[in-house]
């Protein structure tokens, strides 16, 4: 089945504690994009990702890293967390930056910073 | 950028009506239009799109009309079922962006048995 997979589904930390959301995908798309989903702001994005190893800043990076080592993974790596980052986090892939084309996304991470 | 303004933010029908949910965008460079589906604990799916050369694209009991002109566009359900309720957002995707959406708000749709 054609799917994005992110982990964990639910996560509650710390502040300043690293964490890692991961995200793969089996359809061998190019492009890899994050997603925050907060209450009346709708879908924003944090970093997206147009194939192996180029990565760039969405509207929202800030406090965020990402990597693409690997065409299927592109992990979300919070480096020291803040309560201003819980939200619901969406990774999304498409089958590639030029042209357009739909996302699939995952099932959502419903990250909480205490 | 882009700015996309979605309306309602709530509409609740009976079964068996239409639901119109209406979203306006700012830059005439954005050329096309997706629309995604939410449902409680999932991801937001693509239920259908429109591309700026086309005015009404429909897939069963959903449509989506454009406006380049007025820079609107709008998705269209008949027959509402009780699994239409959802939270429904448009998008627009400006063609120098890389495929990257700039998204509504979101509409939440309730329809009542």
């Known amino acids: 089945e054609a799917q994005v997979t992110q982990n964990p589904r639910y996560l509650i930390t710390v502040t300043g504690k690293k964490l890692t959301v991961t995200c793969s995908q089996n359809?061998?798309?190019?492009?890899m994009s994050w997603y925050r989903q907060d209450p009346g702001l709708g879908l924003r994005q944090i970093y997206y990702?147009?194939?192996?190893?180029?990565?760039d800043k969405g509207d929202v990076p800030e406090g965020y890293k990402v990597s693409r080592k690997e065409k299927r993974n592109f992990p979300l790596i919070l480096e020291s967390p803040s309560p201003n980052q819980t939200s619901l986090y969406f990774c999304?892939?498409?089958?590639?930056?030029?042209?357009?084309?739909?996302?699939?996304f995952g099932s959502g991470t419903r990250l909480t910073v205490v | 950028g882009e700015n996309v303004e979605q309306h309602p933010s709530t509409l609740s029908v009976q079964e068996g009506d239409s639901a119109v949910i209406k979203c306006t965008y700012s830059?005439?460079?954005?050329?096309?239009f997706p629309w995604y589906k939410q449902e409680l604990g999932k991801g937001p799916q693509l239920i259908i799109d429109?591309?700026?050369?086309?005015g009404e694209k429909k897939d069963q009991r959903i449509a989506v009309t454009l406006n380049k002109t007025a820079k609107h566009f709008s998705l269209h359900i008949t027959e509402t079922q009780p699994e239409d309720s959802a939270v429904y957002f448009c998008?627009?995707?400006?063609?120098?962006?890389?495929?990257?959406?700039?998204f509504g708000s979101g509409t939440k749709l309730n329809v009542k048995p």
């Open positions: 998008a627009a995707d400006p063609l120098y962006n890389f495929n990257k959406f700039y």
């Open positions: 999304a892939s498409s089958r590639s930056g030029q042209g357009q084309w739909g996302y699939t």
């Open positions: 429109i591309r700026s050369n086309v």
């Open positions: 990702s147009m194939n192996v190893e180029v990565t």
């Open positions: 830059d005439s460079a954005s050329n096309y």
């Open positions: 359809m061998n798309h190019e492009y």
